[in-house]
């Protein structure tokens, strides 16, 4: 089974990003919080960084949007060269007309559900995306715990990919780490998002596989 493991850089020094992502190029992507400080109460930085991020990364960017009105913001991740681009339901007016025009950017369209947003909300629009995020914390910062309520969550959005034979991603993303991953993985989850469980640890590299080898043991989907 593949999984996927995606570290944040969100837990990485921001004044040695390219150190920093030169220490887990065997992650499958790199994830990038964007935030504005108005959708989420957390600031980080826009496009120009994530420009730059691109020039140097040698793994993809996953890039999640924390910000408000992307129909007008989310294509240009797409433009810069993001493999992926996540955004919250909430956070345009159609969400399935931005998944087209990331798509034919040649980006994934992610869908983004905060722990507060039902599956059942967007139930109808999944199968445009390729990949849902199930968050598993308030979005906004790293370093805080997983909220295990939210497993059901994966479970439902894996239950629909089967029965519907559609085959996007589901991701989790908050407070994964090395105890919680495996509930993350029995429940569905197929990629996996990690800050602080990575570049909290002394070898990152080293952390990425570990975390690797106990999804893979625990997924059975
Ligand atoms: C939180 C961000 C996460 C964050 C996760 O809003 O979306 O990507 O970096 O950090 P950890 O893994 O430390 O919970
Ligand atoms: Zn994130």
């Not at 040695?16 to 220490?23: F, K, Q």
């Not at 960084?49 to 993809?60: F, H, L, T, Y």
Request: glycine letters at 8%.
């Amino acid at each position: 089974m593949t999984v996927r493991i995606n570290p944040s850089i969100l837990s990485a020094d921001f004044v040695n990003m390219e150190r920093d992502l030169g220490h887990i190029t065997n992650a499958d992507f790199v994830h990038v919080d964007v935030m504005d400080n108005n959708f989420v109460p957390n600031l980080t930085f826009g496009p120009q960084m994530v420009s730059r991020i691109k020039d140097v990364s040698r793994v993809p960017l996953d890039v999640h949007l924390m910000i408000e009105d992307n129909d007008r913001w989310a294509t240009g991740y797409a433009e810069l060269g993001a493999e992926s681009v996540t955004f919250h339901v909430e956070s345009t007016a159609d969400p399935v007309a931005v998944a087209k025009r990331l798509r034919e950017i040649g980006a994934r369209a992610g869908l983004a559900l905060k722990p507060g947003t039902p599956f059942d909300s967007v139930r109808d629009i999944a199968h445009e995306f390729d990949q849902i995020l199930v968050m598993t914390v308030e979005p906004g910062f790293g370093g805080q715990p997983f909220m295990n309520d939210q497993l059901e969550k994966v479970r439902q959005v894996a239950q629909f990919r089967k029965d519907t034979g559609t085959s996007f991603w589901i991701q989790v993303d908050g407070g994964v780490d090395e105890n919680t991953i495996e509930f993350a993985a029995e429940a569905g989850a197929d990629t996996f998002v990690a800050g602080s469980a990575v570049y909290g640890r002394d070898n990152p590299a080293l952390a990425v596989e570990n975390l690797r080898k106990l999804a893979q043991t625990h997924h059975h989907h």
